[in-house]
C-alpha cells in the first residue's frame, strides 16, 4: 500500500477528534474511519463517510408499512423479511463513501456500476504517481480451458519471472517516456496527451458513494468466485466494512444473496423429482449440459 | 402541521442525546436536525440525517484536479467555479435525508424526480391518516388566461368560501366512506382497494434522500416562481435547511442557478446589438413574441 | 376501454401504412402495434415505439465476448447464459414504449420503478377526463388476515353491491364538483387546484419507455402472484406483447425469472439434507416458521 | 479508421434490404444507418438503431399538456418551448444506439455519463486488436499555462516527431509483450492479465445508447471548446446524426444549449448597468477576474 505522507498526515489529523452529532452513529465503524486497509500491492479502500445504520432501513421500511409492524417482526426479523422478498428502498436510506486506490483496469470495470458518485483522480490536471500494479507470483494463471473469461492452472516459477519481468519493463519504461513527455524544462507535452503512454496496471484512485442497496448489488457480483481476482479483493475488504457498519443488513445478505442458489423454472422440476426418489437424467431434464453440472455442483452431489 | 404524538416523542427522543463521530458535523445543521417545518395546513418537513458539508465537495474536487489546486484556489472560490462550469460530481458527495408529509396529488410530482431513493407510508399495508390539504383562501384563483398551467386573480370570498365548502365537504365523506369500507366489524374491505376512494389531497408521507447536486437540480425547478405554490413551499423550507448545511455550495447556487439568466444563441445577438446601441425589434429578431417579452423581463426593461 | 374517437383515429391513421426500414423489425410485434389492448375496466396498453429484437441482444453479448463465441453458443443458448449468470447488460440493448391508461392509485406504485421515462397527462395543464375504476364484484375481497398486504376472501355479493355504490358515488360526486370548480362561466378555478378532489381511482394516462432489461425487473416484481391484482393484470398484458417482441429473451425470462426459486444459504442446508434423506425439522433449521412454510410450498411439499 | 474485413462484410449486408415497419422512421438517418463515420486515426462512429423522431416529441409533450396545445403552438414552437423551460421528459422518449470505436482514455472520460446503456469489448474474454491512436502532429501542444486542462501552444516539428515516436514505440512494445504473454504455445496467459500491459492509447469499442435527452447532455458538454479534442471530435460527428435524426430537436438545442450563454445574478446586476450606460468596474462588480473576463468575452467586448 501507497499512502502519501500528505495522506497520512490527513488520516491522523482526521481522527484526532471528535464531533457531537445527534445523527445514528455506528461505533464499530467508526473505530475504522479514515484508516486504510490495504488490498493488492500498493491499492487500499478505506471508509471516509457514511449515513445510516441498520435502524434506518428499519425506521423507512415502517413508514411504509405502518404501525403495524412495530410488534409483529423484531427488527432482525424485518430486515431479513425485506431482503427476501426484494424490498429494496429502505436499503437505499444508507449511505457509505470510500475513498479507492486501484490499478485503472480494475477501475473501468467498477465503473461500470453506474448508481454511485464518483469523483476521480483527474490526469487532465494533474501528474499520475508512479504506482502500477505487479501481480503476486502465485496470482499469474493461464489462459482458463473451459472458461473464457477466467484462469487456469497457476504459471511455473520460472514463467512468471518471465512475465513479471515484462509487466515492470514495460511500466518502468512507459511512466519513464511519460515523466519525459511531461517535463516542463523539456517537451512540456499537455497532461492529457501524454496520460495515454500509461499502461493499464497504473494505479488512480476515486471516492466513491453508493447507497447500501447497490453497494449490496456490487458486492454480490464483485465478491462472487467468478469476478475477476483483483477486483474481488477490493470487495472482500469492503465487505469487512459493511459487516461492522450493519450487522443485521449484512446477516440478511450473506444467507439471501452471497450464500444463496436460485433454481430455474426446469430446475425445480429436477429437483422435486429428485425429492421424490424419481429418475432423472440430463438429456431429458431440459437443461443443458452445463446448466446440469451447475445444479448438481450446487446441491453437492 | 400534525404531527402525531408518537412522532414528537420520537423527535424529543433523537434529540436528547449526541454521540462522539469523527465525521464532518455542521452545528447549524444539527440545531435544527428532525425538528419539523411546517408547511401548508398539516404538512412538513424535517431533516432527519445527513453526510458530508462544504468541505466534503472541495475534496472531491481536489481529489479530482489533484494537488495543484490546493493554492490556486480557496474553498469558496473552487465551490463557485464547480457551480459555474457545471462540474456536478463534487456535489454529489453530500447526501441529506427528509422526512416530509404531503399531499398526494404534490407527491405525484415530487416523485418525478427519480435520482433519490424513497420510502413513502404504503396504504396497503397500512390505514392512511385523515387529513388533506385545504387551500387557505388567497391560495384560491382562477386558471391563468396567458399561462395554460398557472393561476390567475385570486377568488372572491364567496366563491373561495364555496370551493373550500366542496372541497371539504368532499374529502369528509370520501374518507368517511373509507373507513367505512376498512371497519372490520364491518365490511372489513381490503386496504389495498379501499384507498382507492380517498382524494387526492389526502396528505401522505416518505422518507426522501438525495445528494446535493440532484437537490439543487430539484430546488432549482420547484423553487422557482413557473412551479406551483403547493409543491414550491416544500422546496422553500428546504433552502432555508441548505443554506445551514453547506453555506457556499448554497451561495453558489444562488447566483449561478436561482438567479440566473440563460441568452439563447438568437438573444445573445440582439444583446450585442443592445449594448451598441443598435436597433432591434422583435419581428426581425427571430425571437418569437413571448421569448422577446422574457428576454426584455429579464433585462428589466 | 375507453379510447376517445382521437386515439381510435390516431391508431388507424397509425397503422394505414408502412415505410421501409433498415432497422431489424419484429412483424409479430408490427402486428399488434399501437393496438390497444383492454386492462380493467377502462384502462388499456398498447405498444406505440421498439427498438431491437433478440438478436440485439446477441450482438450486444458478442461485442463485449468477442469472436469467439460466435460458434460457441447459439443464439438462445447465448441468450439464456447471459439470464443465468445477471449479464443484464445486453438487454438493455432493446427499447419499447408503452402508451397506457390506468387508475391514479396503480399509477403512484408504477411510478416507483425509476429506471424509465414517462411522459403523463397534466392535470396542471388540461381537464382530466371522466374515467374511474370500479372494481369487479369478484374483485372485491377483505383485508388478508395473514398478509399484511393482500387481499382474503371475496365479499358476498350484497356487500359487495354496497361497496361499489359508495364508490360510484363519491367518485361521481367528487368529480362532479371538479366540473362544478373548473366552469369558465362559474368558479373557473385553477386546474392545478381542481384536481385535488379528483379521487385515487380516477384514470389517467402516459407514455411509459424503458430497455428490455428493466421491463424485466418490472414484470417480475408486478407480475408476481404478490402484487395488487390491479396493477398484476397491466404487467400480464405487457408479458404478452414481450412474447411477441423477443421470444428467446422472453423463454429465457420466464424460466430464470418467473418461475424460478431462491434457496437462502440456510435453505440450501435444509435441502441437502432433504436429498441425503437425513431428518430436518423447523426448529433446527435457523428458518423461521414463514420461511420454513415457503421453502416447503416451493417444493410442492 | 479500421474496420475489421468481418465488419465491412455486416455493414453491407444490413444495408442491402429494408423491411416494412408501422414505426416513426427518418429517411435522413436511415441513409446513414449503419455506416461508419471516421474519428481520429483508427476510431468511428456509426448509428446502429433508433427509436423515435421529433414528432415522438411532440407526440409526448402533447400527453402531458393535453388537448388545448394542439392548436396553441406548432410543432417547432412546441419543440423551442420544451427545451427553452428545460422540459426535459418529452426528449427521453427518443431513442439512439451507437457503435462506438475510441480509446481506452477517451472511453474512461466518455463512460462518466451513467445515463446510457453500454456494452464494450471485453478484454477478459476476447484478445484486442493491435489498434492504438497517434495523435496529428498538429494536435500535439504543451501544457496550457494558464488553463490547468488544457493545451497551449503546438509543438514544432522536431519535438512532435519525438513525441511520436515514444507513443508508437511504446504502444509497439506493450502490444508485442501482450501478444508474447497470450501466446497459447508460448506463456499463455489468462487475457483478464495480460491486458494490462496495454497503453491507454489502445482503442476499445462499443455499443452506446441512450435517450435524446441524455444524449443533448453529453453532446453540450463534450461538443464544447473546453473539452478534450480527443472526445470532442466524436460529439462532432454525433452532432450531423442528431441533425439528420431530429432535426427541429436538433435547431432548437444548438439556439438555447450549445450557442447560449448564462449570466449569473451577479452578473445580470452589471448587465442591466451596462444597457442603461451606468458605469461598471470588475473591482466593485461581485465578480471575480476570470468571471469578468468569461463575461466581457460572452458579450463580445
Given at each position: ?139 499469474l ?14 504459471l511455473?516459477?520460472q514463467t512468471a519471472e518471465r512475465v513479471l519481468n515484462l ?135
Amino acid at each position: 500500500m501507497t499512502l502519501t505522507p500528505e495522506q497520512t498526515t490527513e488520516i491522523e489529523a482526521a481522527r484526532a477528534s471528535t464531533s457531537p452529532t445527534l445523527r445514528p452513529t455506528v461505533p464499530a465503524l467508526e473505530a475504522m474511519l479514515f484508516t486504510a486497509i490495504p488490498v493488492l500491492d500498493h491499492g487500499f479502500i478505506r471508509v471516509v463517510d457514511y449515513m445510516g445504520d441498520d435502524s434506518a432501513v428499519v425506521q423507512a421500511a415502517r413508514v411504509s408499512y405502518g404501525r403495524g409492524t412495530r410488534k409483529a417482526l423484531e427488527d432482525e426479523g424485518l430486515i431479513r423479511y425485506l431482503m427476501r422478498h426484494y424490498h429494496s428502498t429502505p436499503f437505499e436510506m444508507c449511505e457509505i463513501k470510500f475513498h479507492v486506490k486501484l490499478p485503472i483496469f480494475v477501475a473501468r470495470q467498477w465503473i461500470r456500476h453506474r448508481t454511485a458518485n464518483v469523483n476521480e483522480y483527474s490526469a487532465r490536471y494533474s501528474i499520475m504517481d508512479k504506482d502500477y500494479y505487479i501481480p503476486a507470483p502465485e496470482q499469474l494463471a493461464v489462459q482458463s480451458s473451459d472458461n473464457r473469461q477466467g484462469r487456469g492452472e497457476v504459471l511455473d516459477s520460472q514463467t512468471a519471472e518471465r512475465v513479471l519481468n515484462l509487466l515492470r519493463e514495460d511500466a518502468e519504461q512507459t511512466y519513464g517516456h511519460y515523466e519525459e513527455m511531461l517535463d516542463e524544462d523539456g517537451i512540456g507535452l499537455a497532461r492529457e496527451l501524454a496520460r495515454m503512454n500509461l499502461t493499464l496496471n497504473t494505479y488512480t484512485q476515486w471516492y466513491w458513494k453508493t447507497d447500501l442497496h447497490n453497494l449490496f448489488h456490487f458486492l454480490r457480483l464483485r465478491a462472487d468466485s467468478h469476478a475477476q481476482y483483483e477486483i474481488r479483493v477490493y470487495a472482500e475488504a469492503m465487505l469487512e466494512t459493511v459487516k461492522a457498519w450493519v450487522p443485521l443488513s449484512y446477516g440478511a445478505f450473506c444467507d439471501y444473496r452471497l450464500g444463496a442458489v436460485t433454481f430455474s423454472a426446469k430446475m425445480m422440476t429436477v429437483l422435486k423429482k429428485l425429492l421424490a426418489d424419481e429418475p432423472v437424467e440430463q438429456a431429458t431434464s431440459g437443461l443443458s449440459k452445463r446448466e446440469w453440472a451447475e445444479m448438481l455442483a450446487a446441491l453437492g452431489r
